[in-house]
């Protein structure tokens, strides 16, 4: 065998090596980006890490979040504590005007089924009657339901139109992007940066003392009694962002941005969740909104890498068109007192 044949088949083996490396390596990559998206890691920063200034809420201030089993057998079974208007109003129409009515139905009709069986069966009946019409019950069991359709329509129209409500001129535009599997929050009226929040693990969550799979790493900051301009968007596939204590659900689609208005009643953390089935990890992409006092929340902004808070960039061109006006004025004065020898 000369040297060349041999370079040959040293070269051969290598590469028939290489192939085996690559095939057996490769099914451990894609399981690696299973397990752990790569943009999820990067993009997410720790909060300390930019933030070391701004102090986010311990547990003690959770306050829209689910109500275990155990803990409270009702209370988990019904609607979670609102914290806006419409869903204290939501709430009221359930409690007050659709159980009452639902209750008295169906105990109505169990009456009268057992009434019909006990009353008019055959042994009771041996000659059946022949009544075929009675004015006054058919105008009653027509009239009674007109009744009842109408007190349930009147508070339910009128909550459609409360949620369907155009934000104001001046509301804080805040974008929730859905990613597969994750939430990106985008503050459009402050410098447009981007939140990327991800779910926290097992450990972590409960070593900061908050339940796990709703926990996130990077909530969503938004301000107190002040009306929000919440859009959604679906960056891949159809996500659909709910809190349900703040009686808030819009989908989040594709090429439309989704919008309606979210006004919250006190500073806390509330807690959602993706609800519309987007993939394999669709149950892994809580979400956390921190809702802090108007000031809180620019003190926030501020923080964030990019943030813009409207009052401030207001303050900032004053003083640009101050000083403009004062190198204007000393032209000016220079220029008259260059014009003056002349004279
Ligand atoms: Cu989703």
């Known amino acids: 065998m000369n040297l060349g044949a041999i370079a040959r088949k040293t070269y051969q083996n290598l590469a028939i090596l290489l192939a085996a490396i690559g095939l057996l390596a490769a099914p451990q990559v894609a399981l690696a980006q ?68 639902i209750v008295v139905i169906s105990f109505f009709v169990l ?3 057992l009434w019909v069986v006990a009353r008019y069966r055959k042994k009771a009946n041996p000659v059946a009657s022949k009544t075929s019409h009675n004015t006054l019950i058919e105008v009653v069991w027509t009239v009674i339901p007109v009744i009842i359709l109408v007190v349930i329509a009147v508070p339910s129209i009128s909550l459609l ?44 969550s409960l070593d900061a003392g908050e339940p796990f799979q709703l926990a996130v790493d990077n909530r969503m900051v938004v301000p107190v009694g002040v009306p929000i301009r919440l859009q959604t968007f ?31 009643d006190e500073p806390g953390i509330y807690y959602g969740q993706c609800m519309e089935l987007c993939g394999a990890r669709h149950g892994y992409m809580p979400i956390a909104i921190e809702a802090r006092p108007v000031e809180e929340f620019e003190e926030w902004v501020r923080t964030q890498p990019g943030g813009t808070v409207a009052s401030d960039v207001v303050a900032e061109a004053e003083v640009v068109e101050d000083a403009e006006a004062e190198v ?6 220079e220029l008259v007192e260059d014009a003056a020898p002349a004279v």
Do not use: C
Not at 54 to 63: A, L, R, S, V, W
Not at 173 to 197: H, M, R
Not at 328 to 333: G, I, K, N, R, S
């Open 34 to 101: 299973d397990e752990v998206a790569p943009v999820e890691a990067t993009e997410s920063l720790a909060p300390e890490a930019i933030t070391p200034a701004f102090e986010y809420y311990g547990p003690d201030m959770i306050k829209g979040q689910p109500t275990p089993f155990e803990e409270d057998a009702l209370a988990s079974m019904t609607f979670q504590e609102q914290f806006t208007a419409n869903g204290d109003y939501a709430l009221w129409m359930h409690d007050a005007i659709l159980m009452p009515i």
């Open 111 to 113: 009456f009268l089924l």
């Open 328 to 333: 204007a004025e000393d032209v000016a004065e």
């Open 161 to 204: 139109a409360k949620q369907y409500e155009t934000p104001p001129a001046d509301a804080i535009t805040i974008k929730a992007n859905g990613y597969q599997w994750y939430w990106g929050y985008e503050y459009l009226d402050n410098g447009g940066f981007e939140v990327i929040s991800n779910m926290k693990d097992e450990s972590a």
């Open 234 to 264: 679906g960056k891949d596939v159809i996500h659909a962002f709910g809190i349900p204590s703040l009686w808030f659900k819009l989908d989040a689609v594709p090429g439309r941005i989704n919008e309606k208005m979210l006004v919250i």
